[in-house]
């Protein structure tokens, strides 16, 4: 098993490049059967879904659009607490068929505090493709509809994913070594 080294960690494989296409091709199977004629648009979210959302949509069958948005998060009041806002949400959502592309989702903070953005533009539906999730991990009410793979609360990087900026570029899931 051959172990790599991001910054000051050690991490081992944990899903292979296979594995995880045949994965994303059977999470773009589902989504082109259920949005056949809606012609949905996808918002990958910025910077960790890039690789995910390039290979789900170059495998979707049906008519679909694809846009990219950078969330930023900020202090709001304390009544607000932290306020997240999208930049680069250009498109007009009305009566569309969002489907939200995430790398992980963890907590499930990122999204529930997103969201509400969505829901105010009045899109026809809402669905969220996660290429993971970490049951054990949420404490928000975020529910993903399409999920290429569950994994433990434990810290990954790879496709796509970063530990401190580097490690996007592998083209497998590697996990922290607990050892
Ligand atoms: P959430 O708001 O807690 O759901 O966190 C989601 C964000 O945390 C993701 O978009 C990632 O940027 C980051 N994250 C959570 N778990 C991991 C992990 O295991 N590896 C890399 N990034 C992670
Ligand atoms: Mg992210």
């Not at 930023?72 to 939200?100: F, P």
């Not at 105010?120 to 999730?133: D, V, Y």
Request: aromatic share 10%.
């Amino acid at each position: 098993m051959q172990k790599i080294q991001v910054h000051d960690k050690w991490f081992e494989p944990y899903i292979s490049k296979e594995k995880i296409s045949a994965r994303v091709a059977d999470v773009a199977t589902q989504i082109s059967i259920e949005l056949d004629g809606l012609n949905p648009l996808c918002i990958g979210i910025l910077n960790g879904s890039f690789i995910f959302a390039a290979d789900l949509f170059r495998s979707l069958s049906i008519d679909a659009e694809i846009s990219f948005i950078k969330l930023a998060s900020y202090k709001g009041t304390s009544s607000t607490g932290s306020i997240v806002t999208a930049i680069g949400l250009d498109e007009n959502l009305y009566d569309r068929h969002i489907i939200i592309i995430e790398d992980i989702i963890d907590t499930g903070k990122t999204l529930s505090a997103f969201l509400p953005e969505i829901i105010q533009r009045h899109p026809a539906s809402i669905r969220i493709a996660a290429f993971l999730t970490k049951p054990e991990a949420l404490q928000h009410d975020i529910h993903a509809d399409f999920v290429a793979f569950e994994i433990p609360d434990r810290f990954v990087v790879g496709y796509g994913l970063d530990y401190d900026g580097l490690g996007r570029n592998l083209p497998e899931l590697y996990i922290l070594s607990e050892e």
